[in-house]
């Protein structure tokens, strides 16, 4: 089993409009609600490929939209073990006018109780001993404690599952001191990477080093279009692919659905299982979120992988 684990899973609510007056009232078109957080991403994708009964959801979710956001997990065919808590989930809002670059209104989400994540962890070493592999993914909520991902980590580690982190800033730091098998920052989250200068194959490989010299096990830098680069135990490998026209939001959880699925299946993060995963973040590009499996291995065929050093 895949455990993904969101600690602060949203409603992702979609309008589609001409265009957006600003202080003014809006003609909505089209409205669309769906479970959205980053690890119920990796989920949908890990399930569209793998079989919906073998991936499992699990974070914090509570009021009408916790309820909303299970519901239509439990819809996927997606196993749902979320913590219920008090505080109502966040509502993430993205209107779309023909412009294809969204108006997005993020919410922070409730505060979590120090009660309530005793809860969520007691629930989550239960369900982690049915898991191969543990993803995390996403921002900390409020009221969880700073080291909440090391703690999961341990936790996952503990009873043999292999452990993902797809997270950022402090969060991330702080997991790399529990050893997670895999990391995997996109370029801005990358530790001491100056994104304002388009940053250098040789600044991206310092910062995954340095990610790994603080603890992670291997560590995969995601440079959005320009595909990827990979440092595990046995070297640095560049991952390159040809651009496509889509929706990139989400492309990195389809990438650690990828990563996932190769982790569950005891492949090695070696050329075969890299490409397969660029491949269904290319075709979640393709599919703005949703990925077509097929069109996943056709995509795949196209990557190219070379090394490009060694792990230290
Ligand atoms: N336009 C594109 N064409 C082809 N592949 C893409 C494109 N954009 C992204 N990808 C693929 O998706 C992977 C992940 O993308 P990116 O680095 O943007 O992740 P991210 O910023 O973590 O995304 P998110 O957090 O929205 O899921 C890249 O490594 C690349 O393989
Ligand atoms: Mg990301």
Known sequence: MILTVTLNPALD?????????????TKVRRVRARAGGKGVN?????????????????GLAGGSRGEAI?????????????????????????????NPQPTELREPGPTVTPREWDGFTRRFRVLA????????SGSLPPGTPPDAY???????????SSVIVDTSGPALWDACTAA???????????????????????SVLAAARLLRDHGAGAVIASLGRAGSVAVTADGALRVSHPRVDGNPVGAGDALVAG????????QPLGPAALARASGLAMASV???GEVDPAEAERLADMVRTRWIGDGQ
């Open 286 to 288: 393709a599919g703005s």
């Open 13 to 25: 609510v979609t309008y589609w409009v001409d265009r957006l007056a600003l202080r003014s009232a």
């Open 180 to 202: 997670p098998d895999i990391v995997k920052p996109n370029e801005a989250e990358l530790p001491g990477v100056d994104t304002v200068v388009m940053s250098s194959q040789e």
């Open 70 to 98: 299970r519901e239509a997990i439990a819809a996927l065919g997606v196993r749902e073990e979320f913590e219920v808590i008090a505080g109502e989930s966040r509502q993430t809002i993205a209107i779309v006018e023909e």
């Open 259 to 266: 990563l996932a699925l190769a982790l569950a299946s005891g």
């Open 129 to 136: 001993k049915e898991a191969s592999v543990v993803v995390l």
């Open 150 to 160: 090391a703690t999961l980590v341990r936790a996952a580690h503990e009873v043999r």
């Open 42 to 58: 990796v989920a949908r994708v890990a399930a569209a490929v793998h079989g919906p009964g073998t991936v499992c959801v699990t």
